[in-house]
């Protein structure tokens, strides 16, 4: 299964089957971040909230984490190295994620590309929402092995607003996903994110 297209604004793909359902990495993910003493020796920071449960760990910090962060990088034809840390988030019923758009600099960075992998089913609920996207809003379902990824800057450097998203509130069940943020050296001018495959 490849990358399709599911907006042309922002360049918003999917991987239904990123993941294998049958493989454990997933599974894997899940177990680390949820385990207080990975955690703690790992020195993650992380918080409880309306947002559900969020950590954020060095790529580095596991061998599956790197593999995915290859992976992600090899599909959409991006540099790995642009990739430092993952974010992991976990919502259960009634936690969701305000609208918002990944745009930040630093460090004469960009953050240009947002990956994020579904690694939990929700029963109900919890889908991601590009309210602005073009030619018509998009909604993802939840799927284990999911992978979505889109631009939050346009071709001119600029904010792509059409790249705000959130994420609906879990109605039943449960929702986890790890997020991949791609910064790139400033000004990042003439972006579009077409996979390889997709060219």
């Avoid at 000004?187 to 390889?196: A, D, N, S």
Wanted: hydrophobic share 45%; net charge negative; charged share 20%.
């Amino acid at each position: 299964m490849a990358w399709t297209r599911l907006a042309d604004t922002p360049d918003l793909w999917i991987h239904p089957e990123f993941l294998d359902p049958d493989d454990a990495a997933g599974d894997i993910v899940v177990a680390l971040f949820t385990d207080p003493g990975w955690c703690a020796a790992h020195g993650l920071y992380s918080q409880q909230d309306a947002t559900g449960f969020c950590a954020e760990a060095p790529v580095a910090s596991h061998p599956i984490l790197l593999a995915l962060r290859r992976r992600l990088a090899e599909g959409l034809g991006l540099p790995a190295e642009a990739v430092d840390t993952v974010r992991f988030r976990w919502y259960r019923a009634g936690e969701g994620h305000p609208p918002h758009v990944d745009a930040y600099s630093g460090d004469e960075l960009e953050l240009a590309v947002t990956a994020l992998v579904y690694l939990g089913d929700a029963d109900e609920g919890g889908e991601t929402l590009f309210d602005l996207a073009a030619p018509a809003p998009v909604r993802v379902a939840p799927t284990y092995g999911t992978a979505i990824a889109w631009n939050s800057l346009d071709a001119r450097g600029g904010v792509e607003r059409a790249s705000r998203h959130r994420g609906i509130p879990v109605v039943s069940g449960e929702k986890g996903s790890l997020l991949f943020f791609f910064w790139l050296p400033s000004p990042v001018v003439g972006l579009k994110l077409i996979p390889p495959e997709g060219r």
